[in-house]
């Protein structure tokens, strides 16, 4: 295959057996930080399936911290060592293209979607084998509900909060109060209102399994009060419908024969900045 557009790069490559076939896109826009700007400002996961950045950056979010302490329940965690609660959403999140209707939320400073998880971080940067899978990272670090603050969770019709309140690191070290926030788009944000405790203690990132995901940040002084990251998926799912035409000379062995390497090109007018395309063939009949 062959993708032409500007800017635009393509990964993979196709095999016909039919005379047309539709390519299901997952298109990725790449976000890089400009030369000579804070490193941690933007970027992306491994398969350009999400995109981050954080209020450093120019177009970055802008701070917006939603106290839920006085309205928001209280989750029961703390009372066993590795604890997590599982709540229900109002609505259906989409992670890495899966729809989820409630999410597990662990003591240390992670969420999880299938299944709950609390085991400490280790020092390898996400996507990592012994990291759980489906997990939103905001601070994952070893917190200690049990010796102070709270964990509060409301959902709303649109979007949903996690804040973890004045909670204490492990050997009473100091107190983090931040949030995360699931929104009905699929894109989620981390907020960070307050650290008393060592910012250079947790990970920062997300992952859909060991394979797949980002690192912001790997146990260094990146927050700050007032940190704002917002998390969005990249244009998941459009579809193109390409018809191949083996008389004009598009396509190779289509009637019996083996399947060939068949070139495509892709209109990719708009696009206007670098991606990536995940593709699936599908075989039809013209």
Excluded at 72 to 78: D, I, K, R, V
Aim: one cysteine or more.
């Amino acid at each position: 295959m062959t993708f032409h557009p500007p800017s635009v790069r393509l990964v993979g490559k196709a095999l016909l057996t039919a005379a047309c076939l539709v390519v299901a896109g997952l298109f990725a826009a790449e976000v890089t930080a400009a030369e000579g700007a804070r490193p941690a400002a933007g970027g992306s996961d491994n398969i350009g399936a999400y995109s981050w950045v954080d209020s450093d950056a120019p177009d970055g979010p802008e701070e917006a911290w939603q106290d839920i302490s006085e309205t928001g329940e209280s989750l029961p965690l703390g009372d066993q060592d590795f604890d997590f609660h599982e709540v229900d959403l109002d609505f259906s999140f989409t992670y890495y293209q899966q729809s989820w209707d409630s999410v597990f939320v662990s003591e240390y400073g992670m969420l999880t979607f299938g299944a709950g998880a609390t085991y400490p971080p280790g020092d390898e940067p996400l996507p990592y084998i012994f990291a759980p899978a489906n997990t939103i990272a905001p601070f994952w670090a070893v917190l200690d509900v049990a010796m102070g603050g709270k964990v509060y969770f409301q959902s709303f019709e649109d979007y949903a909060i996690v804040q973890f309140d004045s909670v204490r690191f492990l050997l009473d070290q100091g107190r983090a109060t931040f949030q995360v926030v699931l929104y009905a788009d699929g894109s989620f944000e981390y907020r960070y209102q307050s650290f008393s405790g060592p910012t250079d203690d947790g990970i920062i990132g997300w992952q859909r399994d060991y394979s797949v995901g980002a690192t912001i940040a790997l146990k260094e002084e990146y927050i700050y009060d007032g940190l704002t990251i917002l998390v969005t998926p990249n244009a998941a799912g459009r579809r193109i419908r390409i018809d191949v035409d083996p008389d004009a000379g598009v396509g190779a062995a289509i009637d019996g024969g083996s399947p060939q390497p068949v070139p495509v090109d892709f209109d990719g007018l708009g696009v206007g900045v670098d991606h990536l395309i995940d593709f699936e063939v599908i075989q039809g009949e013209g």
